[in-house]
């Protein structure tokens, strides 16, 4: 019985090989992704001549570039991108914190009625947006005011006068009620993320702390939270990506023009009976620009979380 031992030359070259389709295989699924930014930013920079008049993804002649759309999508969309870093950022701190303050309580600590607060806060994922926009709106518009306005009057009315009236038209009582929205409904997905990664948490860790006399406050803020950083770097992106893209709370909530948020700006610039397609992509551009960086910045604590 013979033995056959294969030549390394042959062996080399067919690990170049498959190196070589991986590197192929990577080339396309680069291209295919990054296919639309591109016709995106070439068409940005053409004048609406130019775009009839070429393809899409080709770049701009000397003659058909400009930055005229460029100008025109910062210009209506600068004020709408400050509203949405005012009311995005403190919903995702918010929803974050309070989804890890939700999900320590879930799951290191034994309590009655765990399961089932755990299975209604469970069950907050899976209401549709659709489904509370009228009693969303009734809420911020109608029960609320009410609420205040009774309840300072009455209580306050020798200092108010007796009519004193929630500022409901105020611009920004709107971004915060729009950004108090958000932190509540993100608020169960990050609840869920922060509690499959404590399970992973050791136990054993947990319980020698707790025979040391550590509080359930002190477990969590010297073990808990440190250990919950690559899961923090998880939920604020996520969460701040869903709030920052978000037109039909914003749509509901926000009806003051100087209070509108990047998305509203974004689809009064693509409206229209005449389309400006290069007016168009130049906003879509300037509008994805803040997720797009805070992906760029914590790309790498996003994988490191997802991994863990």
């Not at 591109?38 to 001549?49: I, S, Y």
């Not at 991108?81 to 989804?99: D, K, Q, R, V």
């Not at 399961?115 to 009228?134: C, N, R, T």
């Not at 929205?181 to 948490?201: D, E, N, V």
């Amino acid at each position: 019985m013979s033995t056959s031992t294969r030549n390394p030359i042959e062996s080399l070259r067919d690990m170049e090989n498959s190196r070589i389709g991986l590197y192929v295989v990577l080339l396309f699924g680069i291209v295919f992704y990054l296919f639309p930014m591109e016709t995106a930013v070439m068409t940005m920079f053409k004048t609406q001549t130019e775009f009839v008049e070429t393809v899409p993804f080709a770049p701009p002649s000397p003659d058909g570039f400009t930055l005229g759309a460029l100008m025109t999508a910062w210009n209506t969309l600068r004020p709408g991108l400050i509203n949405s870093m005012l009311m995005a950022i403190p919903a995702t701190i918010f929803s974050a914190m309070a989804g890890s303050l939700a999900a320590y309580g879930l799951t290191t600590i034994s309590w009655r009625g765990q399961v089932a607060v755990f299975s209604i806060v469970l069950a907050g994922i899976f209401i549709p947006y659709q489904a509370v926009l009228v009693p969303l709106a009734q809420f911020w518009y109608q029960i609320l005011p009410d609420l205040m306005n009774g309840f300072v009057n009455t209580a306050f009315g020798f200092i108010t006068g007796g009519n004193w009236t929630y500022p409901i038209r105020s611009g920004y009582m709107q971004l915060l009620q729009l950004s108090i929205t958000h932190a509540a409904y993100g608020t169960p997905m990050c609840t869920l993320l922060f509690r499959s990664y404590y399970k992973g948490i050791s136990d054993e860790m947990i319980e020698a702390a707790r025979l040391d006399g550590a509080t359930a406050f002190s477990i969590y803020k010297n073990i808990i939270l440190p250990l919950s950083l690559p899961m923090f770097a998880v939920t604020l992106i996520y969460q701040f990506t869903q709030v920052y893209n978000d037109l039909l709370f914003a749509l509901v909530l926000v009806n003051e023009p100087a209070s509108q948020v990047a998305t509203q700006r974004l689809a009064a610039l693509t409206g229209g009976v005449v389309q400006s397609f290069n007016t168009t992509m130049a906003g879509a551009i300037v509008a994805a620009l803040p997720t797009l960086l805070v992906y760029i910045f914590f790309g790498e604590q996003f994988a490191k979380g997802v991994a863990e």
